[in-house]
């Protein structure tokens, strides 16, 4: 059975002139460019976002170099943007930037706290999530296939077409075939094409252009199996459809939503609030203690300040931001819980992606879009190696008791995001 | 039978184990238009089915041109042109688009002149031709479906219930054409429970009772078949 140009012409011209198919195919064209049209729109409110803060960040920092003159000032009122921009992909697959922060503005004060006080319970698997291209190359897709391809036979049974088709065609699989062909080519152009002009519009590189355009195929051909399988039987068309949607319903909705009330009942974690509640109860508590205690638990992580922790003045800034890191220190173990706890997480949802399709092409669109879990706990860990720099530059300063010059702020370090482009 | 176009050969056909024909025998010759008659659930459309190839004998065969279907399908339906019941082609497509596609599906050429001779000799008028399906009447479309038969240019004509829902004007018109395409040389093997009908058209009829062929009747020299000798043949079967 070979299929020829004219088979697929033969056919496209057949199928494209019913209404149904072509309403159908027309309601897919503009739900996918909506979804594009609407993740280009967000990822250019948080690309002008990210440089809006970074403008009054700079305004800001001038203010505070002018009337501050001592190091331990500076880094108190002091804030930097940290940010993790929206990939070029990221208009295509939002992912869970909503759930996880993709921006902080960090001073040098306790760094946990600051990262954690807007956590809400970061859900692994995001039902539904945006309405970007993802969520309808996930969720829609398998919809439009279904009932595009359920009544593939059945329709012709119904109609008492079946048998003259078959008596009538040379090679009566290939009409059916090239049928299911065309339907499903057709479906991959309305999805792909769209996606093709935006992601040229938005220069996302052609490898992850190629690599969508796979997932989108993948996705197309596991649900035209399933549906060309299940169309062959002799069930009649109704049956087909509520057998077809019923897996659809269950791979693309109760597997994600079950499975993450699973996951977050298996796997326990701290959360985000128990964090920020340690670190903050120990900066609270640490004005009440001798400074030397606080000094004690410092030096321990901090041996090399031991000398410098004698203090003339009932309040000094190194004593400040030692219980500032002290509770950093106390809240380390929830910390790495909770890291720990994120990783069997994602893990767990990979060994879901093998029930549901949906969530498979979910995953892998925000893993290419750097917009999932990974990226932002990537983000969470540049936030944590620049909050180390800036311990770095001013403990010197304030520990050694440096005399102030405004020169040195120039050396101060700069958040550099480091973007998947 | 040595000139036999279409034979049944100690056909038996099974649904489930449970056998709905039982060694059915019988043979048309070129030029002849078999009816096979019977009440519903009798066996006609499975024995159909069976000459289609899309259902496979338990045992014996059903053959065309002496060869059993289900061995040689490919070759059988090259051969055959079939009128299902219920005849539905494409509403969203004309009656020479449909023919067309139907042609193309076959891989058989035919111009728009074929096509509109093939309309015209089942007397489809004209100015319906370009017209969708979906506004077809039944025997509008069971003329187009029958052009779509003539112009596959196949030996033999399957016709399942044929004149089913046609008004007396279309059934007289379907029975002079039936007539004539035999003359010129085409078998036809129709399964109908219509006995005036096939009395009417048919110069062999096989009366088929619960999977069995009970009677068969020729006609005599160029005589139809008596109507009351089948319509009581007939009775008599469905109530022994």
């Known amino acids: 059975m070979l299929i020829s140009l004219k088979d697929l012409k033969r056919e496209a011209n057949f199928l494209l002139r019913q209404k149904r198919i072509f309403v159908l195919l027309l309601i897919t064209l503009i739900l996918t460019s909506f979804a594009l ?26 203010i505070v170099f002018n009337s501050k003159n001592d190091y331990g000032s500076i880094a108190y009122y002091n804030f930097h943007l940290t940010y993790l921009p929206p990939s070029q992909l990221a208009f295509a697959a939002m992912g869970n930037r909503d759930t996880h922060p993709w921006k902080h503005r960090i001073r040098m004060l306790a760094l946990e706290g600051q990262i954690y006080e807007s956590d809400i319970g970061h859900p692994e698997l995001a039902a539904t999530g945006h309405f970007d291209f993802a969520f309808v190359l996930s969720v829609l897709l398998p919809l439009i296939l279904i009932l595009l391809l359920h009544d593939l036979f059945a329709n012709e ?12 065609a040379s ?29 040229v519009f938005n220069q996302v590189a052609i490898s992850q252009i190629i690599l969508v355009g796979l997932i989108c195929l993948a996705q197309i051909i596991v649900w035209a199996a399933i549906c060309f399988g299940l169309a062959k039987t002799n069930a009649p068309a109704p049956r087909l459809a509520s057998i077809l949607l019923s ?22 974690s701290p959360n985000g609030g128990d964090i920020l509640m340690v670190q903050r109860e120990a900066v609270n508590d640490a004005w009440d203690l001798p400074p030397q205690t606080t000094f004690d638990a410092f030096t321990q992580t901090h041996p090399e300040w031991k000398n410098h922790t004698s203090m003339n003045k009932m309040f000094e ?32 949802a990979n060994w879901l992606s093998v029930l549901s399709p949906s969530i498979a092409v979910q995953r892998a669109m925000t893993r290419i879009a750097n917009t999932d879990a990974i990226a932002s706990a990537n983000y969470q860990q540049q ?18 008791q440096v005399e102030f010059d405004q020169q040195q702020l120039a050396l101060l370090p700069q958040f550099s995001a480091n973007s998947h482009k | 039978m040595k000139d036999s176009v279409i034979s049944a050969n100690n056909l038996s056909v099974a649904y489930a184990n449970q056998l709905v024909l039982n060694k059915v025998n019988f043979s048309v010759a070129q030029g002849q238009i078999f009816a096979l008659l019977g009440g519903n659930g009798a066996g006609k459309s499975t024995t159909l089915k069976t000459f289609l190839g899309t259902l ?54 035919q111009s728009v002149q074929q096509i509109e001779d093939a309309l015209t000799q089942v007397s489809l008028q004209p100015q319906a031709w370009h017209n969708k399906l979906s506004q077809y009447s039944k025997g509008m479309r069971q003329k187009t479906a029958i052009a779509l038969a003539l112009l596959r240019q196949a030996p033999i004509l399957f016709l399942d219930e044929p004149t089913s829902g046609l008004d007396p004007a279309a059934i007289d018109e379907f029975n002079q054409l039936m007539s004539q395409l035999a003359q010129a040389g085409s078998t036809i093997f129709m399964v109908t429970h219509d006995v005036y009908g096939a009395c009417q058209v048919a110069n062999k009829i096989g009366l088929l009772h619960q999977g069995e062929l009970i009677s068969l009747f020729n006609a005599e020299h160029n005589q139809s078949i008596d109507t009351e000798t089948v ?4 009775v008599r079967g469905i109530r022994a």
């Open chain 1, 37 to 62: 049209y609407t993740g280009i729109i967000e990822a250019n409110k948080q690309q002008q976002s990210i440089t809006r803060l970074l403008q009054a960040d700079a305004q800001e920092q001038e």
């Open chain 1, 157 to 168: 049974r119904a109609a008492g077409r079946y048998d003259l088709l078959t008596v009538t």
């Open chain 1, 171 to 199: 090679s009566p699989l290939k009409i059916w075939v090239t049928r299911a062909l065309v339907l499903t080519l057709s479906l991959f152009l309305t999805f792909i094409l769209p996606f093709v002009v935006a992601a």
């Open chain 1, 247 to 268: 897996i659809w319903l269950i791979t693309a909705f109760v597997i994600p939503v079950v499975g993450d009330a699973v996951i977050e009942q298996q796997i326990t």
């Open chain 1, 317 to 348: 800034w190194k004593w400040y931001y030692a219980f500032q890191q002290v509770g950093d220190q106390q809240a380390a173990e929830l910390t790495k819980a909770y890291t720990e706890a994120a990783k069997l997480k994602y893990q767990a």
């Open chain 1, 383 to 400: 936030v944590r190696d620049f909050h180390a720099e800036l311990r770095s530059f001013y403990y010197p300063l304030i520990f050694n």
């Open chain 2, 56 to 109: 496979k004998p338990q045992s014996g065969s059903a053959n065309i041109l002496g060869k059993p279907v289900h061995q040689h399908i490919n070759t059988s339906r090259k051969q055959i042109a079939y009128l299902p019941e219920s005849v539905m082609l494409y509403g969203h497509l004309t009656a020479i688009e449909n023919i067309q596609y139907f042609l193309s599906l076959a891989d058989i050429k």
């Open chain 2, 231 to 234: 319509h009581k043949a007939f």
